[in-house]
């Protein structure tokens, strides 16, 4: 089992649908990040959550630590929202060492 | 524009070379890191420098290293190139650790033939 899960592993949604891309995950965790990458291999940095919610436009990501789940929500989907979408993990592995550890992806696409 | 550049872009070679990347970070940011991204490990993180020192490994072989320089900038050298080291490598830079957002750069695909 991977130490992070992402699901779905494939989002097909019609413009202005509400999105949720889940991502679980199976240590104790100091931060997890959501990224965004686009259809050209550019990647985005979306959120850095280490409690709470955070929102930034029609973006918004959850996370609860003690159920070590995320979720990122996109309001208003809209065709530039396809890309696939990463979640990723930052835990201690070990003395004041840390570990990045990477979900494999939820591709969404968005049609208009 | 992230702000990071990543020279080259593309870069074909053969099994057996070397191969060095080259990563300019953003304007401030005192943390490099490197990502190997490959189609059936997905992303996965390397290493990274702050300031010019290793601060944390990732899943970095040995026949891979890297150096962060004075001026920021930050190499990451593949020898002995296999088959199964092509991929999409990324640098990104942050301000500060592992736990702040992180900005990447367009990536340097490597084919090893």
């Known amino acids: 089992k991977n130490e992070v899960e992402q699901s779905p592993q494939n989002l097909t949604a019609q413009e202005g649908e509400f999105i949720t891309i889940n991502c679980s995950y199976s240590?104790?965790?100091?931060?997890l990040h959501w990224l965004q990458q686009h259809p050209g291999g550019g990647i985005v940095s979306l959120f850095m959550?280490?409690?709470g919610k955070k929102k930034h436009g029609r973006l918004i990501a959850t996370i609860n630590i003690q159920e070590k789940h995320s979720s990122l929500h996109i309001t208003a989907s809209h065709p530039r929202d396809s890309a696939v979408y990463i979640c990723a993990v930052l835990a201690n592995s070990g003395g004041s060492n840390y570990k990045l550890t990477f979900g494999k992806g939820t591709l969404l696409t968005v049609n208009p | 524009d992230s702000g990071v550049t990543q020279t080259p872009k593309h870069l074909i070679t053969a099994t057996g070379q070397r191969v060095t990347l080259r990563c300019s970070p953003r304007?401030?940011?005192?943390?490099v890191y490197w990502y190997q991204q490959s189609l059936d490990q997905g992303l996965q993180f390397l290493i990274q420098y702050y300031n010019g020192e290793e601060r944390a490994k990732g899943n970095i072989l040995e026949r891979f290293s890297a150096q962060q320089f004075p001026d920021l900038h930050s190499e990451l050298n593949l020898s002995s190139l296999e088959l199964g080291d092509s991929a999409l490598y990324f640098c990104?830079?942050?301000?500060?650790?592992?736990?702040?957002?992180?900005?990447f750069g367009p990536g340097t695909r490597l084919t090893v033939l």
């Open positions: 240590v104790g965790i100091s931060a």
């Open positions: 959550l280490s409690s």
């Open positions: 304007s401030g940011d005192l943390s």
């Open positions: 990104a830079s942050s301000v500060l650790g592992l736990a702040g957002a992180q900005f």
